[in-house]
């Protein structure tokens, strides 16, 4: 149910709306009856939704989005818009930083519109251990450092009442090529590589569930909610568990449990492979990430939202996107 903001007219900003996560975000907002801009560099597709604007611009156009926020009655702007390669150089992310200090620029002028960020798990990066607060920072590489950078940007412009950061885990699902491309793909050749630790879980996030996450978060009350900062995800599950539900999926393929050290090992030797342009089936940050529980505190999610993930549904929906169903 749609809260009053979302249906008297005004619109909803979705900032890299025809990205991944954007594009289902903006699908769910029309179907819910909102009227939506969707801000990205990338060219519009050309909806023809009546209740859909499509703008192509830079978020530090600001000339551009001036008049975007202008010529719009906005209630709320959800910010995806994120430069997110990993294992580059500092320099590389200095764009997310730049567009977040743009797009707060723009809403702290006008107290009125809700702002959610969307940040990264990868603010906080100890292995099994959850972040004490909203503003434990400990990032092991230069994207999660550049959302750290933004974050405090938010924290030091805005009023508390007016924004909620929104951190995604591993999100999946239909239109992500490099989930189909990697662990699909992986999975139906029978070369997947998954940790023989019984204890170590993924937090994954069917991207379907965090589009109705964030819109339910939107429609909060923000003054009221005891944190800034939420993870938007699944239940943690044992990596075997999510393969097996896209196995039955796809209708074949299997998995081989590893040991960690073996992992972390083929991890660094995939790093010099790269190195001389070959191929390789993990690189160390791949091995990191398949061997190494990260926990984060999505209970205070699920507290708050009531969207849950059915796996046999979502994985059947991935396969058959992905054209890997036999």
Same mark, same amino acid.
């Given at each position: 149910?749609?809260?009053? @903001? %979302?249906?008297?007219?005004?619109?909803?900003?979705?900032?890299?709306?025809?990205?991944?996560?954007?594009?289902?975000?903006? $699908?769910?907002? *029309?179907? @819910?009856?909102?009227?939506?801009?969707?801000? $990205?560099?990338?060219?519009?597709?050309? #909806?023809? $939704? !009546? *209740?859909?604007?499509e703008i192509q611009a830079d978020l530090r156009d600001r000339s551009a989005m001036e008049a975007v926020f202008a010529d719009n009655d906005i209630w709320c702007v959800y910010d995806l818009a994120s430069f997110t390669e990993v294992d580059l150089d500092r320099t590389a992310y200095r764009r997310n930083v730049e567009a977040t200090e743009a797009m707060v620029s723009y809403v702290?002028?006008?107290?009125?519109?809700?702002?959610?960020?969307? #940040?990264?798990?990868?603010?906080?990066?100890?292995? +099994?251990?959850?972040?004490?607060?909203?503003? $434990?920072?400990?990032?092991?590489? =230069?994207y999660g450092e550049s959302k750290v950078l933004s974050e405090k940007e938010i924290y030091r412009v805005l009023p508390r009442d007016q924004f909620l950061i929104l951190r995604p885990t591993y999100v999946w699902g239909p239109g992500l090529a490099r989930f189909r491309d990697g662990l699909i793909k992986n999975l139906r050749k029978g070369r997947m590589l998954i940790s023989s630790s019984r204890t170590l879980k993924r937090s994954y996030g069917y991207v379907e569930t965090? =589009? /109705?996450?964030?819109? @339910?978060? #939107?429609?909060?009350?923000?003054?009221?909610?005891?944190?800034?900062? &939420? &993870?938007?995800? +699944?239940?943690?599950?044992?990596?075997?568990t999510f393969s097996d539900h896209l196995i039955d999926a796809i209708g074949?393929?299997?998995?081989?449990?590893?040991?960690?050290? *073996?992992?972390?090992?083929?991890?660094?030797?995939?790093?010099?492979?790269? /190195?001389?342009? *070959?191929? =390789?089936?993990?690189?160390?940050?791949?091995? /990191?990430?398949?061997?190494?529980?990260? !926990?984060?505190?999505?209970?205070r999610t699920f @507290?708050? %939202?009531?969207?849950?993930?059915d796996y046999a549904v979502a994985a059947a929906k991935t396969v058959s996107w992905a054209g890997e169903a036999h």
């Open positions: 149910m749609t809260s009053p @903001e %979302t249906s008297n007219g005004r619109s909803a900003i979705v900032t890299g709306g025809r990205g991944f996560i954007g594009t289902h975000l903006v $699908d769910l907002l *029309l179907q @819910e009856g909102c009227s939506v801009i969707s801000i $990205d560099t990338v060219a519009p597709n050309h #909806s023809p $939704d !009546p *209740l859909l604007q702290s002028k006008r107290p009125g519109i809700k702002y959610i960020f969307y #940040s990264t798990q990868f603010v906080h990066r100890v292995p +099994d251990t959850l972040p004490s607060n909203d503003t $434990d920072y400990r990032p092991i590489e =230069a965090v =589009a /109705r996450q964030t819109f @339910e978060f #939107s429609k909060l009350n923000f003054a009221s909610l005891p944190h800034k900062a &939420y &993870y938007v995800t +699944d239940a943690p599950i044992e990596m075997s074949e393929g299997k998995y081989h449990k590893v040991p960690v050290p *073996l992992i972390r090992l083929l991890g660094s030797v995939g790093n010099v492979m790269k /190195r001389f342009g *070959l191929p =390789a089936p993990v690189n160390a940050t791949q091995a /990191r990430e398949l061997t190494t529980d990260f !926990p984060v505190p999505s209970q @507290e708050l %939202t009531s969207a849950q993930t």
